[in-house]
């Protein structure tokens, strides 16, 4: 049996340990759990609220879209709702700047259909929660902005690994405001 993945938890060892019912062998590729692909630039932006992180969205919108694909990520459906409508009225009037938002309330077919577009570039954007983090493979993602922090390491780890893959460069902007832990 092979196993895969940028990150490796305790749980996860120990669940693997019983399935298995036997030592395993562990490969690490790179520095170690926690390390961030080096072709990843990343940036901190502190930002006084969370109105001021769209604004900051808004103003560079055009910017990073035209870099390649922007992957927003937010941790609660409401965000992504609140941030997806706004960026979609901020920018309908200008050709090419479609937002699409995926999180857990949405059925199978919705969330399909969002990537779906996504991967086509039929939207420029997509703002998620962390359904998005892991095993999504668009080569076009150039940008992760992660709105809200993380709740540890390794979801920021799957999270800024949407982009810089297959030895290409991307960019990944977290924005922190008071409200964040």
């Not at 965000?79 to 960026?87: H, I, N, P, S, Y």
């Not at 979609?88 to 059925?107: A, C, F, N, Q, W």
């Amino acid at each position: 049996a092979l196993l895969f993945s940028a990150t490796f938890p305790k749980k996860i060892q120990d669940l693997v340990k019983d399935i298995l019912q036997s030592n395993y062998i562990k490969i690490v590729s790179g520095s170690g759990p926690g390390q961030i692909n080096k072709n990843i630039q990343q940036t901190v932006k502190i930002i006084q609220n969370f109105q001021g992180k769209i604004d900051f969205l808004n103003f560079k919108f055009v910017e990073l879209t035209s870099e390649g694909g922007v992957l927003i990520f937010v941790t609660k459906k409401e965000d992504a709702e609140k941030v997806g409508k706004t960026l979609r009225d901020y920018h309908k009037e200008r050709p090419g700047m479609k937002v699409g938002i995926l999180h857990g309330d949405m059925t199978q077919f919705i969330r399909n259909q969002v990537l779906h577009d996504f991967r086509l570039r039929k939207t420029a954007c997509l703002v998620a929660t962390d359904v998005c983090a892991r095993g999504l493979d668009i080569s076009h993602i150039k940008n992760v902005i992660c709105m809200t922090a993380a709740r540890n390491i390794d979801t920021y780890v799957h999270r800024v690994g949407r982009t810089g893959r297959a030895d290409q460069l991307g960019k990944a902007i977290l924005l922190i405001d008071e409200n964040d832990n």
